[in-house]
């Protein structure tokens, strides 16, 4: 079975200074992973994902991920905060047959000026 | 061009009345996905239909739960004789295919009172 955890349900940062967001994963075979962001009152977007190919992955808005298979890890990293990063962040891995997608429990991320 | 569309955006029903929700997908895509997602909670995965499969119904909670799609396009999701637990952000997403990325839609949030 697939399983997600992300590490931490709130962090806050200064603006400029980096985000780093955990997440933890199971899979029983190669997963494809992926980090989601949902924006108040907004639909989910996709940040980036990861199947199989490099193990850093560099998606939208200056935020990359590195997959690490030893630590069965994908955390997800900005190296200058901006006031509009501020949204609620999801760690995804995919379900049996890739038809399903299964989220972790969210990551709060709050950017002060 | 246009994204998954989701009516209506809000809905406030009674306890034990029916509620149906619909989901349009991005035209061409053959997958389409529903997710529940409660308060302060990541997505759970509710069912999974692709072109003219049987769909994947496993993550549906309760027999109150059915969902119907016509070939490719505009999915229902109904709801029968509604619970106070059954209120979150139902949310659709579709992909080009069962491995490809799912897109999603802005949800809509049900209220049971």
């Known amino acids: 079975a697939q399983s997600v955890t992300q590490l931490d349900s709130h962090v806050s940062v200064s603006e400029g200074t980096p985000v780093l967001l955990r997440c933890n994963y199971s899979?029983?075979?190669?997963?494809?992973l992926f980090w989601y962001v949902q924006h108040p009152n907004k639909g989910l977007q996709l940040l980036l994902k990861y199947t199989s190919a490099a193990t850093l992955v560099k998606g939208i808005n200056g935020f990359e991920a590195e997959f690490k298979k030893s630590e069965t890890s994908f955390h997800l990293t900005k190296p200058s905060a901006h006031m509009s990063d501020a949204a609620e962040y999801f760690c995804v891995v995919s379900g049996s047959g890739y038809n399903k997608l299964i989220f972790g429990a969210g990551t709060r991320l709050a950017v002060h000026p | 061009g246009a994204g998954v569309s989701q009516s209506p955006s809000n809905k406030v029903t009674e306890k034990g009345k029916d509620v149906e929700l619909r989901c349009d997908p991005i035209s061409g895509h053959t997958a389409l996905y529903w997710y529940r997602q409660r308060l302060g909670q990541g997505l759970e995965f509710l069912i999974y239909f692709q072109g003219n499969s049987a769909p994947d119904k496993s993550g549906l909670p309760s027999d109150r739960f059915s969902a119907e799609r016509t070939g490719e396009s505009v999915s229902t999701l109904t709801i029968q004789r509604t619970q106070q637990e059954d209120s979150a952000v139902y949310l659709c997403?579709?992909?080009?295919?069962?491995?490809?990325?799912?897109?999603f839609g802005p949800g809509t949030r049900l209220l049971v009172l």
């Open positions: 899979s029983s075979y190669s997963p494809s």
């Open positions: 997403a579709s992909s080009f295919g069962q491995q490809e990325t799912q897109y």
